[in-house]
């Protein structure tokens, strides 16, 4: 099946600097990946909609200065949390739908692992 | 705005027990998806439901789509302390390229 590989699964940095995070998918083309925060036993909050080729789209309250998407290829898209501050620390989710389809709209989206970020 | 309402948001119950979850909206959905998902893990697919008032079965998961693909339902026969884990339901729209999220279902099956 399709697979979305998220890399670091961990990482613990410092307030004040900047963690990149990267989402690949390895089997599948995904023009469209998208970005999710979730806090302890919490549903996911869509952070942005990562789109191949073009800017990303921020969803209300999320600052686009401070989590900077990239999307460079039909197979990675990164999140890059600039400054990070302690109130930063989450665990932050990427998910991909498979281009193309009959269907696309109902298409399952294959899921990352997770990044567990702590600012510290 | 579309909601995605889901009940409850946590359970603990018996190995052996049956449970059920809901997830209730206003509006019609396309397909609704149930995932599970485990601790400092990502979400996994379990079932994607299409039609109104489709039923599919997953070894001891029923999922139900309401006749009108407003609601959808989880059923778990005799849970058992694996099915442990966070619900949730994802419903889809022909207008939107983004899933409607649910809040959530925490699970816990106590031995």
């Known amino acids: 099946g399709a697979v979305v590989s998220q890399h670091p699964s961990r990482v613990i940095c410092k307030s004040g600097t900047s963690v990149k995070i990267e989402c690949r998918s390895l089997d599948f083309q995904a023009t469209t990946m998208f970005w999710y925060r979730q806090f302890p036993k919490q549903s996911l909050m869509l952070m942005a909609t990562s789109n191949e080729g073009s800017k990303a789209t921020y969803e209300q309250g999320v600052e686009k200065d401070k989590f900077l998407i990239n999307h460079a290829s039909l197979t990675l898209s990164t999140l890059t949390v600039t400054s990070a501050h302690p109130e930063d620390s989450s665990f932050y989710i990427c998910?991909?739908?498979?281009?193309?389809?009959?269907?696309?709209?109902?298409?399952?989206?294959?899921f990352g692992n997770g990044t567990r970020l702590t600012v510290t | 705005t579309q909601l995605l309402e889901q009940s409850p948001q946590f359970l603990s119950i018996q190995e052996g027990e049956n449970l059920t979850v809901y997830c209730n909206s206003s509006?019609?959905?396309?397909?609704l998806q149930w995932y599970r998902q485990e601790p400092g893990e990502g979400p996994v697919l379990l079932v994607t439901v299409v039609t109104g008032g489709e039923v599919k079965k997953l070894k001891r998961l029923t999922f139900q789509f309401g006749d009108a693909r407003k609601d959808s339902s989880l059923h778990i026969t005799a849970a058992q302390t694996g099915d442990t884990g966070l619900y949730l339901c994802?419903?889809?729209?022909?207008?939107?390229?983004?899933?409607?999220w649910g809040a959530g279902t925490k699970l816990i099956i106590k031995p």
């Open positions: 994802a419903g889809a729209t022909d207008s939107n390229y983004q899933l409607i």
């Open positions: 509006s019609v959905f396309s397909s």
């Open positions: 998910s991909a739908r498979q281009t193309g389809g009959l269907s696309s709209y109902n298409s399952p989206l294959h």
